[in-house]
DNA sequence: CAGGCAACTGTTTGGATATACAGTATTCGG
DNA sequence: CCGAATACTGTATATCCAAACAGTTGCCTG
């Protein structure tokens, strides 16, 4: 997006809590108010100047036809909420479209680091993390992590929930269930990538 | 709020719709096309319906004037997502200002039924079902709970979150932690009362 | 069976709104 | 110093829109 002047960001603003505050988009009257402009055409040439430069849209011959798009950072809030992943097809970007079984809108302030999607959780492997089958791992996008944070891993095409630990070439994926064994993997002979980092679970029913 | 009709929940719905895809509100016309009316009467007389019973609001005079109001159940559009509360002070209403800590907004189709606040977990005696020291139990607000249902419960002036089991004269509140004792109520004899049950789980920080 | 209500059709009107056109002042890069 | 861009005033107008008025149909209730 282009950037914008100061004025255009005041006007920008404004229709961001005028959208807010009255649940519909200001007229250009109404904006020459907020703002003690004495000519609608003030508004009018801000507006076409936002629009030119990306930051709304306005549809010809409506009143109120104005959209504010996406914002500056964050490309996705056309698709508002946290996208829920389920079973990762092997090979495929673990967002691309065809894993994507649902979005909520979910507190962007509930996790730090901020959370990019909502992994849902196969498996008891990490039961004694309170993380249970079928939870909603809330994942920040990253592909470092530090020994003891629990990730999200890819291997080969397998995509896993473990505990993190790494010893110089050898990578262990813990598991937080005595029931299952952890997973070594030597890094200068087999695939592997970090996904993520577990920033939080969703349990949506109770056990 | 008055009761409306399927038609009249219709219209509601469409304006819901309308706003949520378009940002703006609807115009009488646009209702029409929506619903295949040749007349901006009929939707003329819907919105003052719906206005009448306390749905929406109607600014005279404005184009796109309609306002939704709040819905029936404890989401209003004055304070938006689902409070946190924290510590209960004894004998206070749960929901009692002083123990809301902060709102945080959740969409509300992740549990069902649905959760009307989040209580701040303390304490291990839920461990072994997956809920930990300083999670956020989503909870239905009810007085009613079956036997093996997570329930919000409160003794004398304490709360607690225990797995409720009922015979007879006899409550019998469940830790899941084999370091913690049951709780025996006798209703006969002792202040008992189910606040909520448990609906999921949120937690804000990996374990 | 009369009367009320929900759910429409059809028409009209004044005020609200978007938008074009004609100017003015200021700033800034070339 | 000139042209372009920003940031406005002031005027005008076609169209959008809310809202009123006059009917119609079907359903339900007393």
Redesign the interface.
């Known amino acids: 997006m282009e950037p914008l002047t100061k004025r255009q960001a005041e006007i920008l603003a404004l229709i961001r809590k005028f959208?807010a505050e009255?649940?519909?988009?200001p007229?250009r009257a109404e904006i020459c108010e907020a703002f003690g402009f004495s000519s609608p055409n003030a508004a009018e040439e801000h507006l076409r100047t936002l629009a030119r430069k990306g930051a709304i849209e306005m549809i010809p011959g409506l009143?109120?036809?104005?959209?504010?798009l996406k914002t500056p950072r964050g490309m996705d809030a056309a698709e508002p909420?946290l996208p829920v992943v389920g079973r990762v097809a092997a090979g495929s970007p673990i967002l691309a479209e065809e894993n994507v079984e649902e979005r909520?809108?979910?507190?962007a302030?509930?996790?730090?680091p901020g959370a990019d999607y909502l992994l849902r959780v196969r498996g008891h492997s990490m039961?004694d993390?309170?993380?249970?089958n079928g939870?909603l791992l809330a994942v920040h996008r990253t592909s470092e992590a530090t020994s003891g944070?629990?990730v999200v891993a890819r291997l080969d095409s397998d995509v896993t929930v473990k505990r993190f630990q790494r010893r110089g070439h050898t990578v262990r994926l813990l598991p937080e269930n005595p029931d299952f064994e952890p997973i070594e993997v030597d890094l200068r002979r087999e695939p592997f990538a970090i996904e993520g980092?577990?920033?939080?679970?969703?349990?949506?029913?109770?056990?």
């Open positions: 959208l009255a649940g519909r988009p007229t009143s109120r036809g104005i959209r504010v909420g909520y809108q979910v507190d302030r509930l996790f730090s039961r993390a309170g993380i249970l939870d944070q629990i980092i577990g920033v939080g679970v969703i349990r949506t029913r109770p056990r």
